[in-house]
């Protein structure tokens, strides 16, 4: 009796339906994330279904309801979105050209039942890293980022690795081997490695370029997709904030987008980087 009763109980923790009850479905991903761009479209958080008690984060710090650019109406160019069913997040990219331009990640968290708890938005504009919305708009949107199929995947753990060796091999270990592929192509804030189209162009970077820690990194992954969107900072808990979003096609980078914030109000110092649109390299500083 006892071995029957504990043969039921390994069966219902190993059963699919009940591992899908911590998950979220597809569906109520995107319907969270089209709620956001139609907010972000009106400047009015009204259009989302939103949780009695919401968090609201621009830039990595936290922030009101009334204070976030959610509040201010924008004509979007372009838009692009992932979905983590297990975690209940989403990623929105949002590239802004008429008026004031902008290049927005924007993570959602979502419950189970449609609830929007938190917008968590990184916003960059004419004083960030490379920043050229023009450019992001038009190489962005040649991309291809549809459904992969199956064949072409790899697993949840496979995506949040392939994020971890990317950045611990730009900043710290050159014997670490990120899985580059051929064609590849890096778009960061404006600047592209192959606006050419070149089917045997790579996004390899010489590296390390530097120790610098990469802090705080956070994943919202995409199996379907083949995408892992990473949040992070760069040399500190406090340093500059980043959005690194990975594509992946049969286990190889295919295509890395990255927003970097410049929190100083300063001029980039550009001093020692090479950063036509043909070849960004690395991270800049601040000038002090």
């Known amino acids: 009796m006892i071995r029957t009763l504990m043969a039921a109980v390994v069966l219902l923790v190993s059963s699919p339906f009940i591992y899908a009850q911590d998950e979220c479905t597809r569906a109520t991903l995107i319907a ?21 008690k919401v968090k609201y984060v621009q830039n990595m710090s936290e922030t009101t309801k009334e204070k976030g650019i959610w509040n201010t109406a924008l004509q979007i160019a372009l838009h692009r979105s992932i979905y983590d069913v297990a975690r209940c997040k989403t990623f929105s990219e949002v590239i802004v050209t008429q008026g004031t331009q902008y290049v927005i990640g924007t993570r959602l968290t979502v419950t189970k039942d449609g609830k929007i708890t938190e917008i968590d938005s990184v916003v960059t504009g004419k004083d960030d890293w490379l920043f050229n919305a023009d450019n992001y708009l038009k190489y962005s949107s040649a991309e291809d980022w549809s459904i992969l199929p199956v064949d072409n995947r790899v697993t949840r753990q496979d995506l949040v690795d392939a994020g971890h060796r990317y950045f611990d091999f730009v900043f710290m270990d050159k014997y670490i081997r990120p899985p580059w592929g051929t064609p590849c192509a890096r778009l960061e804030g404006g600047a592209y490695t192959n606006p050419d189209g ?43 904030p980043d959005v690194h979003t990975i594509r992946m096609v049969n286990g190889r980078y295919r295509y890395i987008h990255t927003l970097s914030v410049n929190l100083n109000d300063k001029p980039i110092d550009y001093s020692g980087f090479d950063t036509p649109d043909s070849k960004p390299k690395g991270k800049p500083k601040s000038k002090q």
């Open 32 to 52: 969270a994330a089209d709620s956001y761009i139609a907010a972000q479209k009106a400047g009015s958080l009204s259009k989302m279904s939103l949780a009695d």
């Open 198 to 240: 070149n089917d045997k162009d790579n996004c390899q970077i010489p590296a390390p370029l530097g120790a610098m820690p990469v802090q705080s990194r956070t994943f919202v992954v995409d199996e379907e997709m083949g995408v892992v969107n990473v949040y992070c900072r760069f040399g500190s808990e406090t340093g500059m």
